[in-house]
């Protein structure tokens, strides 16, 4: 855990004085503490590139994926793609495993919350490439990975995983049971 830390603390620390955000076209989401930012990375497999515990292809799409920045070897965060949905930036990422790319998006960075080097990426394009790739693919792979929650409405009302924990813990986490229960006592 120390060495993680100490990592951790290593690759954050250069981010507070630097702006990257000429040359960025990204969208404002609104949230507290965001910035565009447009810079050259490498795409890493986070796991690997902190405690050396690392897989083929950054992990096959199963494992966290980062970004190594050029500028100052920050490792950067990637937790959204520019969907509506704060889904996640790996499948986005995933085919760049390894490589240098220009990545441009918002990146919150407010110690007060707690928020360091946390991006939200919107565009990829693989170093010297002029094609950029939006980061809009995660609902399409969902929709390939689950061709039986076909239908309408949002994706996580028809995902088997999302169905599965509630139908085991509830919406809440407290039990079928005991939400049933609740729901009772306070509204009905």
Not at 88 to 103: I, K, N, R, Y
């Amino acid at each position: 855990m120390t060495r993680f830390l100490i990592a951790l603390m290593a690759f954050a620390a250069p981010a507070a004085a630097q702006d990257f955000s000429e040359g960025s076209t990204a969208r404002t989401w609104n949230l507290f503490a965001e910035k565009p930012a447009f810079f050259e990375a490498r795409v890493v497999d986070m796991l690997c590139e902190l405690t050396g515990d690392c897989a083929d292809n950054c992990g096959d799409g199963r494992r966290q994926l980062g970004l190594v920045r050029a500028a100052d070897n920050a490792l950067i965060f990637p937790n959204k793609n520019s969907q509506p949905a704060f889904t996640g930036a790996a499948v986005e990422l995933l085919p760049f495993c390894g490589q240098d790319v220009e990545v441009d998006g918002l990146m919150l960075d407010d110690p007060d919350l707690g928020a360091r080097n946390i991006y939200l990426v919107q565009k990829i394009r693989t170093l010297g490439s002029s094609e950029w790739v939006k980061a809009n693919r995660w609902t399409k792979e969902w929709a390939a990975n689950h061709p039986q929650a076909k239908g309408k409405g949002p994706w996580f009302r028809r995902d088997p995983r999302v169905a599965a924990m509630i139908a085991e813990d509830g919406y809440l986490g407290l039990g079928a049971e005991e939400e049933a229960d609740y729901v009772r006592e306070y509204h009905e």
